[in-house]
């Protein structure tokens, strides 16, 4: 230990020197040749190593300017309390009750240590088998789920179940009654509206315009009055003027886009990384992660309340329109990849990788119906006479046309050979005209409910068409190609 200062200003006598640096007599006592105090080796040497001077008199100092002395090694007395055997025995006394105190005292905490740690590890266990029991009893509930089918419309038979799915607010549920109500009640025997398109008309379609568009990698087509939008899977967008023919102007949505959705001043887009996104005036004012996989597919409820969102997840998500907010997740027991609600509301039809159309209650999330086609479903598309809906899967050539008031293989109206594979399709307002899009091109097929006959009106060279959506009163038909190319066709003026 380093000495005080005062032990450096003051001059020591010789037995202050022995005590200078351990306060006690030396051992092994060496002698200073600057200062003449004598030290403990031990104890001068470590200083000297640490500081170089001497304590004493505070000079340089080393190892060589010390000099040992030989001296009659000191006898420490024994403390006077151990001087006789009645002092000792009291001196074990009681340091064996210390010791014993001490033991008592330990085996007690390690007694409540072990009583911790027998609790925690029987808390630990419990929680892990409550968990795997309940993850058991889902995925128990989701297989039962996914085999239960029953006719659209009608009552459950108390087999089917409802798994992860909350519901919608009530809110929502009176707006999706209301909409069905209103919108089931004018869609018997609805006129063509005034000044759409004929199929004699459709028939001298050709392609009027057509842009290449700074957009690579297209991937959905969605428009709004006389507007498009194309969405890429480099996450860009591309907002174009039918009427103009020219790029209005384009923002990034920052993901991949898989699909979209033009709804009044909101654009809707669902990503690869899981997201939905809301636009308005090029600038994002929502951003919903509801899904841990890629979104795959949007559609919107006939009300303007409800979005919906599809994704690899095995889920479908319905968010609040009006507070932009998640309203409920329903659960099924495979991927999703294409979606679409029912013209009146109160259905909504999701498509799986596994060749399956289910449909679900709205209000609810029960599934009402299930449908086949074997193969991961492409595209679904309702019909507004509300009773048929067409499908096409990944890689087929056909079209096929649903029957919602059959079941089985009843269901299936029609079959539609196109000739190539079908990415897109759309059936316009008038329920006449169904147009699908592929690799091939573009195709009209015309269903004439007078002779309950399907044909083929038009044919279209539009290769590695990847969407299509018909224009205002069926007049043109818009469709973005693989190569970002933007063409409308319409009808030859006579």
């Not at 809707?268 to 996104?277: E, I, L, M, N």
């Not at 027991?333 to 596994?354: E, K, Q, R, S």
């Not at 007078?450 to 299509?468: H, Q, Y």
Request: hydrophobic share 40%.
């Amino acid at each position: 230990m380093r000495p005080s200062s005062c032990l450096l200003r003051r001059p020591c006598s010789h037995t202050d020197a022995q005590k200078t640096v351990s306060g006690e007599a030396p051992q092994e006592p060496v002698v200073s040749k600057l200062s003449g105090s004598v030290f403990e080796k031990r104890l001068i040497e470590k200083y000297i190593e640490e500081n170089g001077k001497d304590p004493v008199s505070g000079e340089d100092l080393s190892l060589d300017d010390l000099l040992p002395i030989k001296s009659a090694r000191v006898v420490r007395p024994r403390p006077p309390t151990l001087t006789s055997i009645p002092a000792l025995l009291s001196t074990f006394q009681n340091e064996w009750d210390a010791l014993a105190l001490e033991t008592y005292n330990l085996n007690e905490q390690l007694a409540r240590t072990r009583e911790e740690l027998a609790t925690a590890l029987y808390q630990h266990d419990a929680a892990v088998r409550v968990i795997a029991r309940l993850t058991r009893e889902r995925d128990e509930a989701r297989d039962a789920l996914s085999r239960v089918t029953v006719t659209a419309g009608a009552p459950s038979n108390g087999d089917a179940m409802a798994v992860d799915n909350e519901g919608l607010p009530a809110e929502l549920v009176a707006k999706v009654d209301e909409t069905q109500a209103r919108l089931s009640k004018s869609r018997k025997k609805r006129p063509v509206p005034e000044g759409w398109v004929t199929p004699d008309e459709i028939t001298t379609f050709a392609v009027e315009i057509s842009n290449s568009l700074p957009i690579a990698k297209p991937t959905t087509l969605s428009c709004e009055g006389g507007y498009s939008a194309v969405g890429s899977l480099e996450g860009e967008v591309a907002i174009y003027s039918v009427e103009a023919d020219k790029l209005e102007r384009s923002f990034t949505v920052g993901e991949p886009v898989t699909d979209s959705i033009w709804d009044g001043p909101r654009l809707f887009f669902s990503t690869a990384k899981g997201s939905v996104k809301v636009f308005e005036s090029g600038s994002e004012i929502a951003s919903f992660t509801e899904h841990s996989g890629p979104a795959t597919g949007l559609a919107i409820h006939p009300s303007k309340a409800i979005l919906a969102s599809i994704g690899a997840d095995k889920s479908f998500v319905f968010y609040d329109l009006e507070s932009l907010q998640k309203a409920t997740r329903v659960y099924t027991n495979t991927a999703l990849t294409a979606c679409a609600f029912h013209p009146d509301g109160h259905l909504f039809a999701a498509g799986t990788d596994a060749g399956e159309i289910k449909l679900f209650m709205t209000n609810t999330g029960e599934e009402a119906a299930a449908f086949s086609l074997g193969a991961p479903i492409q595209a679904i598309v309702f019909s507004e006479n509300g009773f048929w809906f067409a499908a096409t899967a990944k890689g087929q050539t056909t079209v096929t046309i649903f029957d919602l008031r059959k079941q089985g293989d009843a269901a299936q109206a029609k079959v539609l050979d196109i000739g190539s594979a079908v990415q897109h399709l759309a059936w316009d307002y008038s329920q006449q005209f169904l147009a699908t899009a592929g690799q091939a091109g573009i195709t009209v097929q015309q269903y004439n409910k007078g002779s309950k006959s399907w044909s083929e009106p038009l044919r279209a060279a539009v290769n590695n068409a990847v969407d299509v959506k018909w224009g205002p009163n069926a007049g043109k038909l818009l469709v973005v190609n693989s190569e970002g190319v933007i063409s409308v066709l319409g009808r030859k003026e006579s």
